[in-house]
């Protein structure tokens, strides 16, 4: 059963016209507007934050086809107030915040920070999978591709080093990486540079670049 079995596309229309989401690259630094960050500047982010509050997955609770944790989205100042206010969020510390985004990290779940049309810095920030997210049922189901905006980066692999061994292919949540007779296939044009393939290659073959123009 797909994603969108689980999003109806009324619903997921609903979050297209509300918000926009961009790719948050996994341990890569860039200069920029907040667009694409690393631990060090989601630290920053969260620094500056007068409160924070995490709240568990609405996706992964709802539709509940994988284990990574749920307890991953993060909201801060007026989100945060209007979470605790409403019984939602649980307050917590930076130190518990940046212990759930490692956690996150290590599951292999992407970071999507949320902001509105208006151009507000970003008050909530998703980890999100591709078998549960809503997200992912706007790109993959109903063509929405402009619901989850790419990155800056891009992820780039050196032939000499990869070694086909495929371990990246289930990593990549955008269906960028597969295998094809025994050699791994890779299409640039499907990666949203999340990073999250960079850490599965045990030959150090995939690298993070700038997008082209």
Request: proline share 3%; net charge negative; charged share 30%.
């Amino acid at each position: 059963m797909s994603n969108g079995e689980f999003w109806p596309e009324e619903e997921v229309r609903k979050y297209t016209t509300e918000m926009r989401g961009v790719t948050v690259t996994v341990n890569f630094t860039v200069e920029g507007k907040q667009k694409i960050l690393c631990l060090d500047n989601f630290e920053k982010l969260l620094r500056k934050a007068y409160r924070i509050a995490i709240i568990d997955c609405e996706c992964r609770t709802r539709v509940k086809r994988c284990n990574a944790p749920i307890d991953t989205c993060i909201y801060m100042n007026e989100g945060a107030d209007e979470q605790i206010e409403k019984g939602r969020g649980k307050e917590v510390s930076l130190k518990q915040a940046l212990d759930a985004i490692r956690r996150a990290h290590e599951a292999g779940l992407i970071h999507v920070t949320y902001y509105d049309i208006g151009g507000k810095e970003p008050q909530y920030i998703c980890s999100c999978c591709s078998c549960c997210c809503h997200s992912f049922a706007a790109m993959q189901k109903f063509g929405f591709s402009d619901y989850v905006i790419s990155s800056e980066m891009i992820a780039a692999l050196d032939d000499d080093k990869c070694d086909d061994c495929g371990l990246c292919v289930d990593k990549c949540h955008f269906k960028a990486r597969s295998m094809v007779d025994g050699c791994l296939r890779y299409e640039k044009e499907k990666c949203f540079g999340c990073g999250v393939c960079v850490p599965a290659c045990p030959n150090d073959a995939i690298s993070m670049k700038n997008r082209p123009d």
